[in-house]
């Protein structure tokens, strides 16, 4: 079965710009949550969708936002980037978000704001 | 809230045992994680421990004391692969759904 799949890999952009990202979870996993590492930060956790609904959302400002696909694929989107926004962002799923779950990670989009 | 601490960086040498500490406080709490994340990486799933106790997985082994708030990741006869950083994580259960809340991570450097 293939593995969290996220593009791109690698991201340049400049401050102001929005960026968007993709994630494909593992086949029949229906909850994708996304976080952000940095090395100043750590992995800290942005949202979570399961059946196109945003179920959890972390502490971060309005410029990040998601969306997912009836096929469990989400996007999510940074608008008018800042350069504290560089940073490596994970998403991860699992089948449907319950007690006890393991989320399975991607490896990752490293977003370069210039 | 949450606040999860683990130490920064630890050293230990091939062939030995090592024990990687997490202490959390929480509002609440709904299960433990650890992972493991080579430099570059996707964090993987190494254990689960949610009722107090020692989960044992081949070379790795996670104990767990709720009344604590602590728990530990137990390596054995460590190999130069065995080198990564070690992520604890909390599940909130305030929420339905998956939110984990992350420690800083412990980098591990093995050495021959």
């Known amino acids: 079965k293939a593995g969290v799949t996220q593009t791109p890999r690698y991201l340049i952009k400049t401050r102001g710009q929005q960026v968007t990202l993709s994630c494909s979870p593992i086949?029949?996993?229906?909850?994708v949550s996304w976080y952000q590492q940095t090395p100043g930060q750590g992995l800290q956790f942005l949202f979570e969708y399961f059946s196109e609904t945003q179920r959890n959302k972390g502490n971060f400002p309005g410029r990040f936002s998601g969306r997912q696909f009836s096929n469990s694929r989400s996007e999510m989107n940074v608008s008018t980037l800042e350069l504290g926004d560089s940073a490596l962002y994970l998403c991860?799923?699992?089948?449907?978000?319950?007690?006890?779950?393991?989320?399975?990670f991607g490896p990752g989009t490293r977003l370069l704001v210039l | 809230g949450q606040n999860i601490d683990q130490p920064t960086e630890m050293t230990a040498t091939e062939g030995a045992i090592v024990q990687i500490n997490c202490t959390y406080q929480t509002s609440g709490f709904n299960g433990l994680f650890w992972y493991q994340q080579h430099a570059g990486e996707a964090p993987t799933f190494l254990s689960y421990n949610v009722l107090d106790g020692l989960e044992e997985k081949g070379r790795f082994s996670s104990f767990l004391s709720r009344s604590k708030g602590y728990s530990y990741l137990l390596l054995k006869e460590l190999q130069m692969k065995d080198s990564a950083s070690y992520l604890c994580a909390v599940r909130d259960p305030g929420n339905a759904g998956n939110m984990l809340t992350f420690g800083g991570g412990t980098r591990l450097m093995v050495k021959p």
């Open positions: 991860a799923s699992s089948l449907a978000g319950g007690k006890g779950e393991t989320q399975y």
């Open positions: 086949s029949g996993h229906r909850s």
